[in-house]
């Protein structure tokens, strides 16, 4: 079974992200054209909505006209729309170089609008900027700070009599015990393909990262490649975790949308995903309590790294129909207004500092984490173009089917990495 993206993370988000990302929807603002209306299409189902109402709200007489869709869905749209010049006035981008909408993609064409010139973009941190410039500018207005681990409900937890695992050994054990108890650990919606990446960032981010944080630049050398790397680790404690039966049966037949109901209803203790889930699970639990901890790969809990980065943010097409509108809606986006909003709704963390946001208790290892410089970008961000993720999503469902191998999708995507380089 071979399907391209064209996040999540990360989880991105996604975003790991990797990649952040949303599961699908369409929704409308009210309003007609005019000079008055916005066009914005968005993978932030469920958060832009509240940001999309408090924009009309401080500006009087703007409509905006939205959409939101999940990645996959929305990664295809809106290259064509953009190539064929009827893409929205602002519109999702994910940081870096790692999907067919991220920074570096969209910006090279000359797709995106320089943001350079405005108020906010000097004070974002230099590790954000890294992923939200193409050649020394910015064209990426990233409102958020994402994380991958693994999210648990702490109701199903309690009901089975399971902590959370804090060693390699203890996970596998911890799934073991959850699936004798008839609940598997994790929801694993590797039908939607973005979603295969998650598990294996959280794992390569020990793996890989916690004995050589150089990496990237390595490979950005020719000094290293996935295959005779710690990447090899990564990929084989993944299956090994399936084979365990750390996940419920057929993640292949299983979606995005599906993996949360499972994880929000207490039908598995958890689902490994990027903190955006956190919010959509509560959505379908409001009752339920859910909380991020790093996903262990190793039996030293001290070497334990998360992913964390950038999440996705917002461009402004560079032939927007309304550019004024625009700049004034990412400019509200990057707001401290703008962001708490967006972090609030999405349990992530602001991108710049001094918002005067106060972090949901979901998120308290993580901020840890990031406070103590515990954390990697997701691994896609630094990457050379997006096939490079493009094949290791559609290895990954190859390789669930029982279709490929370990070492054939790490070895094309050196193939992939280096064409790209």
């Known amino acids: 079974m071979k399907t391209r993206t064209l996040p999540a993370l990360i989880a991105a988000l ?4 990797v990649l952040a990302a949303c599961s699908g929807g369409t929704k409308a603002g009210s309003g007609g054209g005019g000079s008055q209306t916005l066009t914005l299409a968005s993978i932030d189902q469920g958060s832009v ?3 999309v109402k408090a924009f009309e709200k401080a500006n009087p007489g703007v409509k905006v006209r939205y959409t939101t869709s999940g990645a996959d869905q929305y990664q295809q749209q809106i290259r064509t729309q953009l190539s064929s010049g009827t893409a929205p006035d602002v519109m999702s981008v994910w940081p870096g170089n790692g999907n067919p909408a991220a920074t570096y993609v969209l910006a090279e064409p000359g797709y995106l609008r320089d943001l350079s010139d405005q108020p906010w973009a000097a004070r974002m941190p230099d590790a954000i900027k890294s992923v939200a410039q193409y050649d020394g500018k910015t064209y990426n207005a990233i409102f958020g700070q994402n994380g991958i681990g693994a999210v648990y409900n702490q109701q199903a937890m309690e009901k089975a009599g399971l902590t959370p695992p804090d060693t390699w050994t203890e996970l596998l054990a911890f799934c073991k015990a959850a699936k004798d108890k008839g609940t598997p650990a994790f929801a694993l919606g590797n039908q939607d393909n ?5 598990v294996l960032y959280a794992l390569v981010a020990t793996t890989v990262y916690g004995d050589d944080r150089d990496f990237d630049e390595k490979m950005q050398a020719g000094q290293a490649t996935f295959a005779r790397s710690q990447w090899t680790t990564a990929l ?4 090994t975790m399936e084979r365990t039966g750390c996940f419920q049966k057929n993640p292949l037949g299983t979606n995005y949308e599906a993996s949360q109901a499972l994880a929000a209803t207490g039908k598995t203790l958890g689902i490994v995903q990027g903190n955006w889930v956190i919010a959509l699970l509560k959505q379908k639990n409001p009752k339920g309590t859910f909380t991020l901890r790093a996903l262990p790969a ?3 809990p001290a070497e334990t790294l998360i992913p964390a980065a950038a999440g996705a943010g917002y461009g402004v097409n560079a032939k927007a129909d309304n550019e004024e509108l625009a700049l004034k809606f990412v400019n509200f986006v990057m707001s401290p207004e703008g962001m708490n909003l967006f972090a609030k709704k999405q349990g992530s963390l602001p991108s710049l500092p001094d918002t005067g946001y106060a972090a949901d208790p979901s998120l308290a290892e993580l901020t840890t984490f990031v406070e103590a410089d515990r954390t990697v970008p997701f691994m896609d961000q630094l990457w050379p173009d997006a096939k490079v993720q493009q094949t290791m999503l559609s290895g990954l469902q190859e390789i669930f089917s ?11 995507m050196d193939a992939d990495y280096k064409a790209g380089s």
């Open 14 to 17: 996604t975003a790991g992200a």
């Open 402 to 412: 029982g279709q490929s191998t370990s070492k054939k999708l790490l070895d094309e």
């Open 298 to 300: 190793t039996d030293a």
């Open 194 to 198: 973005w979603v295969t990446q998650l």
């Open 236 to 239: 084989d404690k993944y299956l």
């Open 49 to 51: 909505e509240d940001v």
